[in-house]
């Protein structure tokens, strides 16, 4: 008789982590080939379009830059909560109220003040704004400990629901016939651009956040407390740390992450406000995240792969008339895909063999 | 399943080998047991005792060697297997489902009619229960219960499953000295009623009394099987310790006459657990320097809550608490730690250690502000690693590396990182819940040889233990505290085992 | 018809059946799922499933059972992934849901895109003799569709399982320590598949009520939500299946009101009102935790959210 056997390993290395996640997300493309062939699409000429039109072209690798800044965001956002071992699920939420209150400041005081005022004050106003709006779960979750998966998850709904009223109401734009849009914003409020490409100063915004958070869980007494907290709450509390407050202000700074993200969405990529202005980034946010098991660093190369597939979605939306979705199922099936694989990081497979 | 008569041995293991990674745990160990027989598996924590059970019980198959039940031939690939050929296990650590009652919990994988007959099957618990002398309601939930019925339910689960080979893996080490009695009537009834036993203990004196034979296990070999008339407990001992000079490893206790400065006086402390129950009730306790204050009383009477009211990770609802001649109010764990308080946890790795952490990072926990660990204000990860090696060296915590998690580390490597770390401050007080539980006989010595020599030093110790050894190995004075009350407290001179047994349970008091 | 009268309530309650049965299935389905110890919280994601495919079966088909039957195959199915994946693979059950939340709207997005617009027939109510007849009650609860009979069925169905035979002792013994069931010889696999699978197909009936009886039409994201609000419901309802009735219908009752007052004109803005039942959520919610925190009881079960793994400690 044969039969399988798992063993754990004793240690697992980084680099069978990097090996075992990139087999699975070949697997999870050739899953999601399959998809693409059951709604009549050859997934070989569509990976290749992917190639061909935009690892090998100069406005494809402009558009990558583009969208892996809201991922950027997210991502970090994400996994700033996670180290705590808490859930964001709501970072999408936070992502519409940060866009909320830049387009605020960005419509009323944008004529008056200089972009170097402008700028710091949009970003400021997004990031109180995501960071209150997290403080909700985030109160509820150290005060009674009430799940913070399921309330950052509704207030989502509650959050997309207020920027419609905007839209259809207060802040609808007169000129732009019936359309749920703002104002487009002075310039003065719009995210600067590199040279004649359209990567914004977001990318600088997001990666300078990332190496700060970076530095900040390594290296001072906070971050620590932080990873003991979310590593083991019993030896915080034996340890003295002051929990509640430590988890409050986490959370709410995993908002404000969120918060910057829609900021720079509106005042970087659209310079207005409107409705569907993101795809599910905060939700994607959750999958940069996983793939980086937390690790800020790492997060640079899971949101520019979920770059990659947001604008291959885009292209398949445009070549071969898919919807959306398609990016979602792709999403859905690569977080399957690596949460699939983890065991092999763990766990190594044996066969043996009992002679009955 | 009666023994044939030609056949001496009810259970037979002929060189069972079973390895895992990194270890093997049973190395061809030979095991046979008669028919009304206890024979007793003596030997150290990690001694293989564990694993070779649960390769009875069918939770592990074996590499190597095979398994005669009755018998016959069994290769068991799951615990069914067994419990069908008749073993029961009695797990050191309940199985039991906490939500559940009694007789759900027995019943459960059981044959039984679909839809289920609670009064039938109720019926039927009680009237085994009362076969062996063992009491307990079947309708209650089992987190109602005290530990002592707990474990009369875990022998329920495996009688009424038919088991006539029973293996109770320490089943004392829990138990009150009372309990301890009730259950070895309950083992004298079992074996009248033609069950046999395999008895795991470490207890030398239990062992001496209740079993027919012993076997000795050491880093999974088998040492040695003796008949309990042909030898001793010393024999015993030095068998089980390998070859090693057990002198070296006891430590005596020199008794401290002097009096000495109070450094902790706590009078009328009240406290509540998380729920807002009262669990202290009017506390009193003092500690002077130089001193060990044992704390006796069977685990879940208020101790640990007693600990977290002294080092400031829970608020006291009233009474005083002097330290060091200053009345403090409601002191935090910070100013604790600022006062030169130590705390060695109970639960060591649930309260000591941030498991998936470095060892060098847990050397900062109730020590994060040791500027060692700082260069230019920010935490210098060489400093850290440096500072680990050190420790690591001077209290002899075994691991690879500073750098590997610390939730991989043992039992006894994990207390001594914690002693190391609370130790390394200026002292002036330390608590020491169960220092030593589950440890084996070489760390425990470690351990017990740090602290009195600390308190020869001037340290004030408090040491709960349920280990009553331990208790009168270590202590100067001794407290009983019973039901959140302390219900007495003299000199060690003047204690004996039986009376601080009985205090513990409540039945008597001082 | 006089507004807050006799009448008026009585057409709320109806709706509130109506609106909280989806959410009855789902939470049904949770439970089941949770009882066994497997978190479920793709149920978004799997009530997509469900409602596409009875919408399409019932679009080409024109059979209403078939349409469920299908709905309940094609939700167990994408959930076996999720099965696969937490239970073998023994990955984070969290993360596993979000992943299935993601897919089933996906799925679901991508395979509907073409439906847009078609419509099916509504299911037919169909008044119980006798029972219909009684004032008020009758109306409300027996005057209704087949499926809310049938999740009526599937409420005492699941209780008598769970508290009063074996198998509901094996199931929920399950979530409460795997350990002490596989000790005992229990398969835990088997149990726990089989929970996630048929929860799952409860969920995706649960979806399948959209198109057939609420809206008759395919958008995408059809229902917009309801799916998290069950996951919430199953902690409201304490893993217990007639409580899941009393917070599903509560639920539904909220957003009949909503959808109510919304189509009476009263002057709130009809994005406020959407909000509504979320925010209920989340303050319901609460409160269930606070009280559960003073009671310090906890009736979650016990081994819920962990991985299973024989000989783990060493």
């Not at chain 2, 019973?482 to 349970?505: R, S, Y």
């Amino acid at each position: 008789m044969i039969y399988f056997t798992l063993e754990k390993r004793l240690h697992s290395s980084p680099v069978t982590r990097i090996i075992v996640s990139l087999i699975a997300i070949g697997v999870a493309i050739l899953i999601g080939g399959f998809f693409l062939f059951a709604v009549g699409v050859n997934p070989l000429q569509a990976y290749g379009l992917v190639i061909d039109q935009i690892f090998m072209d100069y406005w494809g690798w402009q558009d990558l830059l583009v969208k892996i800044i809201p991922f950027l965001l997210t991502g970090i956002a994400v996994a700033l909560a996670a180290q705590m071992r808490l859930w964001n699920i709501g970072a999408e939420g936070q992502l519409y109220l940060g866009a909320v209150a830049a387009t605020w400041v960005a419509l009323n005081w944008g004529s008056a003040l200089s972009i170097w005022v402008m700028i710091p004050i949009m970003i400021l106003f997004a990031m109180l704004s995501g960071s209150l709006w997290a403080f909700i779960p985030g109160f509820l979750k150290a005060q009674f400990g009430v799940n913070e998966i399921i309330t950052t998850l509704l207030l989502n709904y509650v959050a997309i629901s207020w920027v419609d009223y905007l839209l259809y109401g207060p802040w609808r734009d007169p000129g732009s016939n019936n359309f749920p849009v703002t104002r487009e914003f002075p310039e003065s409020a719009q995210l600067p651009a590199f040279g004649n490409t359209s990567i914004h100063v977001g990318l600088v915004i997001g990666l300078v956040i990332i190496l700060l958070v970076y530095f900040i869980l390594e290296k001072t007494e906070v971050g620590f407390k932080v990873k003991v907290i979310g590593d083991n709450i019993y030896a915080a509390q034996y340890s003295g740390f002051n929990i509640k407050w430590i988890t409050l202000a986490v959370v709410m700074i995993s908002g404000a992450l969120a918060g910057i993200a829609g900021m720079t969405e509106v005042a970087g990529v659209h310079y207005r406000l409107k409705q569907n202005f993101s795809i599910n980034y905060g939700y994607t946010g959750i999958i940069v995240a996983w793939l980086a098991r937390n690790h800020p660093i790492a997060i640079i190369f899971t949101a520019f792969f979920l770059a990659v597939v947001f604008v291959s979605g885009e292209l398949m939306q445009l070549e071969f008339s898919l919807p959306i979705a398609m990016v979602y199922l792709f999403q859905g099936i690569i977080l399957f895909s690596v949460l699939g694989s983890e065991i092999f990081t763990e766990y190594k497979i044996k066969v043996k063999k009992v002679v009955a | 399943m009666q023994t044939p008569p030609h056949q001496p041995f009810v259970l037979e293991l002929r060189g069972i080998t079973k390895a895992f990674p990194g270890i093997i745990a049973n190395d061809h160990v030979d095991f046979t047991l008669k028919q009304g027989e206890i024979h007793t598996i003596l030997g150290e924590n990690g001694a293989g005792k564990s694993t070779l059970m649960n390769v009875i019980a069918g939770l592990y198959p074996p590499e190597q060697g095979e398994i005669l039940v009755f018998g016959k031939k069994v290769h068991f690939t799951n615990p069914r297997q067994s419990i069908k050929h008749g073993i029961g296990m009695v797990h050191q650590h309940f199985m039991l489902i906490r939500n559940h009652t009694v007789t759900e919990n027995i019943i459960l994988g059981t044959p039984q009619r679909f839809k289920l007959d609670f009064r039938r099957v109720n019926e039927e618990i009680r009237r085994l229960g009362e076969k062996y002398g063992l009491t307990v309601d079947p309708q209650k939930k089992i987190q109602e219960l005290s530990v002592g019925e707990q474990q009369r339910v875990e022998i329920l689960k495996v009688l009424y499953r038919g088991a006539k080979i029973l293996i109770l893996d320490e089943p004392t080490a829990v138990l009150t000295p009372q309990e301890s009695e009730a259950l070895y009537q309950i083992i004298e009834n079992m074996i009248q009623k033609d069950h046999s036993i395999i008895f795991i203990s470490h207890k030398m004196k239990e062992v001496m009394s209740l079993s027919d034979r012993i076997t000795v296990l050491g880093r999974g070999k088998v040492l040695g099987t003796f008949v309990k008339e042909k030898t001793d407990a010393q024999e015993l001992a030095k068998i089980m310790m390998g070859n090693e000079e057990i002198k070296e490893l006891l430590v005596s206790s020199p008794i401290v006459h002097r009096t000495q400065e109070v450094v902790l006086q706590v009078e009328k402390i009240c406290a509540n657990d998380d729920r807002g129950y009262q669990v202290l009730s009017e506390v009193d306790l003092e500690v002077r320097a130089g001193q060990i204050v044992g704390l006796a009383g069977v685990s879940g009477n208020g101790q640990a809550q007693l600990a977290e009211v002294l080092s400031g990770i829970r608020p006291m609802v009233s009474g005083t608490y002097t330290y060091w001649g200053e009345k403090l109010k409601a002191p935090t764990v910070s100013d604790m730690i600022a006062r030169g308080l130590g705390y060695i946890p109970e639960d060591r790795k649930r309260y000591g250690i941030a498991g998936s952490l470095s060892i060098s990072h847990n050397f900062l926990l109730r020590d994060h502000k040791n500027p060692q660990f700082y260069g230019q204000q920010f935490l210098n990860i060489n400093k850290m690693n440096q500072y680990a090696r050190i420790k690591m060296q001077e209290f002899d915590i075994r691991a690879a590396s500073e750098k590997i998690q610390a939730g991989v580390l043992s039992g006894g490597n994990i207390q001594k990182t914690i002693l190391a770390r609370e130790s390394s401050r200026a002292l002036k007080f330390l608590i020491a819940s169960q220092p030593i539980r589950g440890l084996d006989v070489h760390a425990t010595a470690f351990i017990q040889k740090v602290i009195l020599q600390a308190k020869s030093e001037g340290l004030a110790v408090l040491l709960i233990t349920e280990d009553l050894d331990e208790l009168f190995l270590m202590s100067d004075h001794i407290y009983v505290i019973c039901d959140g009350k302390m219900v007495g407290h003299m000199p060690k001179e003047e204690a004996n085992i039986e009376q601080i047994g009985l205090m513990m349970t409540g039945v008597a008091v001082s | 018809m006089e507004t807050f009268g006799m009448e008026w309530i009585v057409l709320i309650m109806v709706a509130a059946i109506k609106m909280g049965t989806p959410l009855l299935f789902g939470t049904l389905g949770g439970v089941i799922s949770e009882r066994g110890g497997v978190i479920n919280l793709g149920m978004e994601g799997l009530m997509l499933v469900g409602a596409l495919t009875a919408f399409v079966v019932d679009l080409h088909l024109d059979s209403k059972v078939v349409a469920v039957m299908c709905a309940a195959l094609a939700a167990g199915l994408v959930t076996t992934i999720h099965a696969i994946v937490c239970i073998s693979l023994r990955a984070n059950q969290i993360a596993s849901g979000l992943a299935l939340a993601m897919f089933g709207s996906g799925l679901s997005g991508l395979l509907g895109d073409s439906l847009i617009g078609k419509t099916v027939e509504s299911l037919n109510n169909l008044p119980i003799p006798l029972l219909s007849a009684i004032p008020a009650i009758g109306t409300i609860f027996f005057n209704q569709d087949m499926m809310v009979y049938f999740s009526y069925l599937c409420v005492a169905l699941i209780w008598f399982i769970l508290f009063k035979t074996t198998l509901g002792l094996n199931i929920r013994s399950m979530g409460e320590a795997p350990e002490v069931c596989d000790a005992l010889g229990l398969s835990v696999f088997r149990y726990r598949y089989g929970c996630v699978i048929v929860g799952g197909m409860l969920i995706g009936i649960g979806g399948a009520y959209f198109p057939l009886v609420l809206t008759s039409f395919w958008v995408d994201n059809l229902t917009a939500g309801r799916g998290w609000i069950a996951v919430a419901l199953v902690i409201f309802a304490f893993w217990h299946p007639v409580k899941a009735l009393l917070g599903a219908y509560l639920f539904g009752a909220a957003i009949a009101l909503q959808l109510r007052i919304q189509a009476m004109g009263i002057a709130i803005p009809s994005y406020f009102l959407e909000m509504f039942p979320y925010i209920l959520t989340i303050a319901v919610l609460t409160i269930v935790t606070i009280r559960n925190n003073k009671r310090g009881l906890s009736v979650m079960p016990a081994a819920l959210g962990l991985a299973f793994f024989r000989g783990e400690k060493h």
